[in-house]
Structure formats: C-alpha cells, structure tokens
C-alpha cells in the first residue's frame, strides 16, 4: 500500500534512521550497532600496535641522544593508555597476557645468553655471586623491617615482601645494560645477577610460604628442590643447546625456519617447568651452550652450527617487538587505585637504594669503573617474578594478599621510573661526580680496552 502525500515512511526495523535498500530483490542488511564497534576497535587497535612500533624506535633514538632510558617512555605510555584514560586494561588480554610475558622473558635471556662467551662467564662470575648476595639479602632485611616498621602488615607479610621484592628483573635490566655502553664485565655480572636473582626470589618466597603453613622442618626439603631445579635446569639448556647445535645445519633446509630456534626455545622452557625446573635458567644455559658451541670442544662440535648473521638479526628484531609491548603492557597492570600503598610503595623503592648502593660499593670495587659501579648502583627494577608472586599470594587465599599485591605493582612502576631517572642523572656530570662520592670512588672513564659498546 502506498502512502498518501505527505505521510511519513514507515519506521526502520532495525533502529536506523534510513529502512533497508532492496539490491537486485535481495534486502541488504545493514550493519549491526555492535559490529561496528567492534570493526572501529579493531582498526584502533592494529593503528596502536604500529603507533607504537614507530614510538619505540623514536624513544630509543632519544636513548641514545640523551640517555633518558626508553624504558621509561614505554612504561609511561602503558599508564596513559591504561590507569589513565582506562582504554587498555591487562584483562583484555586474558590468558595471552601471561603467556605473553614469559615469552619476553624467556627469548630476552635466550638472546643475551648467545652473547656470554664461556671465558667472559668464567670472570664474571665471582662478581655476580659475590653482587646478588650481598644485594638480595641486603634488600630483603631492610625493606622487610621497612615495612614492619612502617606499615601494620607484620612481621611474616613484611620480610615476604622483602624477598619478592630483592630481585631485579633481567627485562629491565638487559636492554638498559645494552644501552648504556657498560664494560662487557660489568653487563655481564648484572645480566647474570638479574636472572640469578629471579629465581631466588620466588624459590625464598615459596619457602616461607610453605614454611609458615607447614613449619620449619621442611626446609632441608626446600633446599634440595632449589638445588635440583636449579641444576636440572642448567643440564637440560646445555643438553637442549648442543642437540639443537647439531640438528641446525638441517632445520635450515626448510621452508621458513627462521623461527624454529624461537620455537625450541619455547618447548625447551615449557619441558623444563613441567618438570618443575626452572625454564628461565633453561633458556639462558642453551644460550650460552649454542652461542659457544663453535669455539668449545664439546662431543659433536666440529659438526655444529650456531646461528648465523640472518638468524641474530631476525632473533633482534623479535626482541626489539617484545621488549616494546612488554613495558606498555607493565604500564597497564600499574593500579593507582590505592593512594595510599602505592605510595607506600614509592618510599619501599627508594627505602631499596640504601642496600643496592652498600652492595655494589662492597662487591664492584675491583676491575670495575666507577661509572659502570654507578649505574649499576642505581638499577633497582623489579618485574615478572615480583608479579607472578604477588598473584600467587592472591591466589593462594593469603593473609593481606590484596595490599601486598598492590606494594609490588607500585614498585614496579617506581623501580622502572627512578632507575631510569637515576640512570640519566649519572651520565650528567653533576650526577656522576655526586654517585662516585657516595659510592666513595674518584671520579674516572671507563678503560678503553675493556669497554664493548652494545650491538
């Protein structure tokens, strides 16, 4: 029926304001309200993954301008995109966001693992023994009584605070040590110190849990699990790393296997945690075994490959990929919905330089400059472990969980933040001269035949 002149059209089924157009007799549906939302968000989305491809490359140019770390950018900018404006939030990401972070960790200690020569491991290992004990347990007593003293956690939540929060995190640690053009020993030693410390940190921190459940006689039960994760560990990533040695040579007659020594990386990790070993230092020994399997005697070696030029260069660039999304994505999980411990957790962070700087003036004396002890004096960055940890202790049902998680998240953010600022304020002159003062050192350039500039 049509309508009389002047009449209104009949109203639209679907809520637009136009009806539906009829195409060649088929009615074509126009899109849904919610479709669309979910299509602009997409493109938004694809538009701030390569936003912040370009942004991560502008940062580290002004890395290497100013020495302002990008570290700082990139977590900045997760706070804006997150507990700023709430357009991110690490629930969006579901699973993936964990999954997510354990890759970074683990192909960032794969890469720097290709780079520790055995001779290079050999020297700097008394230096990271001697730094990540004296700093661990340093940090742990004195922001353990911190916190007792300072706030009503008491004395059990306190020092299992302290013992999450002693360890720095390797994430952090490395590109930042790459950067700033520090002396191959001392990159080393706070390299190994960052992955070392780690894993002591959640072994200490599941100890007292389990202590304060279950008392104090099973401790010799703990040990033994540590020395065993840990040397178990060790074992397979050097096995992994001289199978994977001698099977190279022919992977690389497939069809795109560029990513297959990612790919075994992965199984390798994820082998060596069902077997409740630890996966970090996993990836870290099959990098060291394939970065020095061309130069050592081991069974096999004349035989083996390690990576090639094209295969570093590709393994970079993933690197590059993850180290950038990673930050944002530390920035996004930041809460700022407790004024008061996170705070809180600011002072803790500053609280921690007091140990950080004994330690590194007590164990960094020798063969060390006093702008490579500076910097490392100043690098107290906490990440993956410390959160891991944190969301056990909410999972667990623990006494206080909820403010503990919230301490650890904001010295998360304040440990990136004031290392990165501490970090360009001692490559100022001001800034250097007063470091080497409190670290009670003259004031010298680092020895040119020792210093290997990051690639």
Same mark, same amino acid.
């Given at each position: 029926?049509?309508?009389?002149?002047?009449?209104?059209?009949?109203?639209?089924?679907?809520?637009?304001s136009?009806?539906?157009?009829?195409?060649?007799?088929w009615?074509?549906?126009?899109?849904?309200?919610a479709?669309?939302?979910?299509?602009? &968000?997409l493109?938004?989305?694809?538009v701030?993954?390569?936003?912040?491809?370009?942004?991560?490359?502008?940062?580290?140019?002004?890395?290497?301008?100013? $020495?302002?770390?990008?570290?700082?950018?990139?977590?900045?900018?997760?706070?804006?995109?997150?507990?700023?404006?709430?357009l991110?939030?690490?629930? =969006?990401?579901?699973?993936?966001?964990?999954?997510?972070?354990?890759?970074?960790?683990?192909?960032?200690?794969?890469?720097?693992?290709?780079?520790?020569?055995?001779?290079?491991?050999?020297?700097?290992?008394?230096?990271?023994?001697?730094?990540?004990?004296?700093?661990?347990?340093?940090?742990?007593?004195?922001?353990?009584?911190?916190?007792?003293?300072?706030?009503?956690?008491?004395?059990?939540?306190?020092?299992?605070?302290?013992?999450?929060?002693?360890?720095?995190?390797?994430?952090?640690?490395?590109?930042?040590?790459?950067?700033?053009?520090?002396?191959? $020993?001392?990159?080393?030693?706070?390299?190994?110190?960052s992955?070392?410390?780690?894993?002591?940190?959640?072994?200490?921190?599941?100890?007292?849990?389990?202590?304060?459940?279950?008392?104090?006689?099973?401790?010799?039960?703990?040990?033994?699990?540590?020395?065993?994760?840990?040397?178990?560990?060790?074992?397979?990533?050097?096995?992994g790393?001289?199978?994977?040695?001698?099977?190279?040579?022919?992977?690389?007659?497939?069809?795109?296997?560029?990513?297959?020594?990612?790919?075994?990386?992965?199984?390798?990790?994820? !082998?060596?945690?069902?077997?409740?070993?630890n996966?970090?230092?996993a990836?870290?020994?099959?990098?060291?075994?394939?970065?020095?399997?061309?130069?050592?005697?081991?069974?096999?070696?004349?035989?083996?490959?390690?990576?090639n030029?094209?295969?570093?260069?590709?393994?970079?660039?993933?690197?590059?990929?993850?180290?950038?999304?990673?930050?944002?994505?530390?920035?996004?999980?930041?809460?700022?919905?407790?004024?008061?411990?996170l705070?809180?957790?600011?002072?803790?962070?500053?609280?921690?330089?007091?140990?950080?700087?004994?330690?590194?003036?007590?164990?960094? &004396?020798?063969?060390?400059?006093? &702008?490579? =002890?500076?910097? =490392?004096a100043?690098?107290?960055?906490?990440?993956? =472990?410390?959160?891991?940890?944190?969301?056990?202790?909410?999972?667990?049902?623990?006494?206080?969980? !909820?403010?503990?998680?919230?301490?650890?998240?904001?010295?998360?953010?304040?440990?990136?933040?004031?290392?990165?600022?501490?970090?360009?304020?001692?490559?100022?002159?001001?800034?250097?001269?007063?470091?080497?003062?409190?670290?009670?050192?003259?004031?010298?350039?680092?020895?040119?035949?020792?210093?290997?500039?990051?690639?």
């Amino acid at each position: 029926m049509v309508p009389s002149h002047g009449a209104l059209p009949p109203p639209p089924v679907d809520g637009y304001s136009q009806p539906r157009v009829c195409i060649n007799g088929w009615r074509a549906q126009r899109p849904r309200p919610a479709a669309v939302r979910w299509g602009v &968000r997409l493109a938004a989305s694809i538009v701030l993954i390569g936003g912040l491809v370009f942004l991560a490359h502008l940062f580290e140019f002004v890395f290497s301008r100013t $020495r302002i770390p990008d570290v700082l950018w990139l977590v900045l900018v997760g706070v804006a995109l997150g507990p700023v404006s709430h357009l991110l939030s690490p629930a =969006a990401f579901g699973v993936v966001g964990p999954a997510f972070v354990a890759i970074t960790l683990v192909l960032i200690l794969f890469e720097s693992g290709l780079t520790l020569q055995f001779n290079r491991l050999r020297q700097a290992l008394p230096g990271t023994l001697a730094l990540s004990s004296v700093s661990f347990i340093g940090e742990a007593l004195i922001l353990g009584a911190a916190a007792w003293w300072l706030s009503p956690l008491g004395a059990f939540r306190s020092f299992l605070l302290g013992v999450i929060l002693a360890g720095n995190s390797p994430t952090v640690i490395v590109p930042l040590a790459k950067g700033l053009g520090l002396e191959a $020993r001392t990159r080393d030693i706070l390299f190994l110190e960052s992955a070392f410390g780690d894993v002591i940190s959640i072994v200490l921190a599941l100890a007292l849990l389990d202590v304060h459940a279950n008392g104090w006689g099973r401790w010799a039960i703990t040990g033994g699990h540590f020395l065993l994760g840990f040397g178990g560990a060790v074992l397979i990533g050097a096995a992994g790393g001289i199978a994977w040695a001698l099977a190279l040579r022919k992977t690389r007659g497939l069809q795109n296997p560029m990513f297959t020594t990612p790919a075994f990386v992965f199984v390798l990790y994820g !082998a060596t945690e069902l077997l409740h070993a630890n996966g970090a230092i996993a990836a870290l020994a099959f990098g060291v075994v394939l970065g020095n399997v061309r130069e050592s005697k081991l069974p096999g070696a004349l035989s083996a490959e390690g990576l090639n030029q094209a295969e570093l260069v590709f393994l970079g660039e993933i690197v590059f990929l993850l180290k950038t999304f990673f930050f944002v994505y530390i920035g996004l999980s930041i809460r700022f919905t407790d004024m008061e411990w996170l705070l809180f957790g600011g002072l803790l962070t500053l609280v921690m330089l007091i140990p950080r700087i004994a330690a590194v003036g007590l164990t960094l &004396r020798s063969h060390t400059s006093t &702008r490579d =002890a500076s910097l =490392a004096a100043c690098m107290v960055p906490k990440g993956l =472990a410390a959160a891991v940890l944190a969301e056990l202790l909410v999972q667990q049902n623990v006494a206080g969980a !909820a403010e503990l998680q919230s301490i650890v998240y904001a010295v998360i953010f304040f440990g990136v933040v004031i290392t990165s600022i501490l970090v360009f304020l001692v490559n100022q002159p001001v800034g250097a001269s007063l470091m080497a003062w409190v670290l009670r050192r003259r004031r010298d350039e680092p020895h040119p035949e020792t210093v290997l500039t990051a690639s």
